[in-house]
């Protein structure tokens, strides 16, 4: 089983209560040897007041205080999950370049300014249409800013569709995703094999593997796992499947960051 779950979140992201001892003591219960904090950092997201984003300087203070408590234990990782929207470009770039984060996931959790899990986006839309309109928005989001170091769950907004992955597939959104993917490639930027679809009731993690094998097919090569846990229980969630996974779609490696460089493992 791949031992390192790179994307998991603590009581400094507004959607989790967990500390993050509380998750360092589930990694380590669930014999991993590295994980890293992603916390959210979701600036200007209109559904999140600015209490609900954390102050950089503590988050730093407090997790040096972790890893250090856990040193001999796990290693553990500085991360953050950036919240992409298309005019936070400049600002990303120069939050991402001020603070010494090991790994940075840009991620779209919003798209025409509104929150995708409240899904007030999907009113008056099938789901194929609101899909095309944030996968159409994620293109923007990227063109803006593609500093982070991988993209996180490409095809999120699927969890939230009224038949999640009915008006879903590929191939019915090549066009955006082959986009979407070209601009990660030609930029050196990673994407994340994501376990949690599975939690949230999708037969498959993100993104779907057929979207895995198009980004290898492209020159994609950093592919990092991670559960996108809020609780200890969701640590490594389904990562007896990943390695499976992983060799399907063509991979030999995957990643994590330490400094802002991956470093390989075999799968």
């Known amino acids: 089983m791949i031992k390192t779950d790179v994307h998991m979140h603590t009581d400094f992201s507004h959607d989790s209560d967990s500390t993050p001892e509380q998750m360092a003591e589930g990694a380590i219960e669930k014999g991993l040897e590295a994980i890293c904090f992603t916390d959210h950092y979701d600036k200007d997201n209109m559904d ?3 209490e609900d984003i954390f102050d950089p300087e503590k988050y730093f203070e407090k997790m040096r205080q972790v890893q250090e408590k856990y040193r001999d234990r796990i290693r553990i990782r500085i ?17 991402a370049e001020k603070y010494s984060f090991d790994f ?16 007030r986006i999907f009113a008056g839309r099938t789901d194929e249409e ?20 991988v993209f996180g769950h490409v095809d999120y907004v699927a969890r939230y ?7 879903y597939s590929y191939k019915r959104f090549a066009d ?14 990673g994407i994340e094999l994501n376990m949690s679809g599975l939690k949230y009731g999708l037969p498959f993690a993100h993104p779907h593997a057929d979207v895995l094998k198009r980004y290898r097919e492209l ?5 990092t796992v991670g ?10 969630y389904d990562f007896h499947k990943a390695q499976g996974i992983l060799e399907e779609c063509g991979f030999k490696y995957y990643a994590e960051f330490k400094e802002r460089r991956p470093i390989f493992f075999k799968v």
């Open 130 to 149: 609101t899909y095309r309109v944030v996968f159409q928005e994620m293109i923007e989001d990227v063109k803006a800013y593609h500093g982070f170091d």
């Open 176 to 189: 955006e995703i082959d986009t979407l993917l070209r601009i990660l490639v030609d930029n050196g930027c």
């Open 219 to 223: 020159g994609g090569e950093i592919i």
């Open 104 to 119: 940075v996931i840009g991620s779209v959790h919003s798209a025409e300014r509104s929150d995708i899990a409240q899904k």
């Open 79 to 95: 991360g953050v999950e950036l919240g992409l929207q298309p005019h936070l470009g400049g600002f990303y770039k120069e939050f």
């Open 161 to 167: 569709g009224r038949g999640q992955e009915k008006e």
């Open 48 to 50: 999140w007041g600015p």
């Open 227 to 236: 559960a996108d846990g809020h609780r200890p229980e969701h640590i490594a």
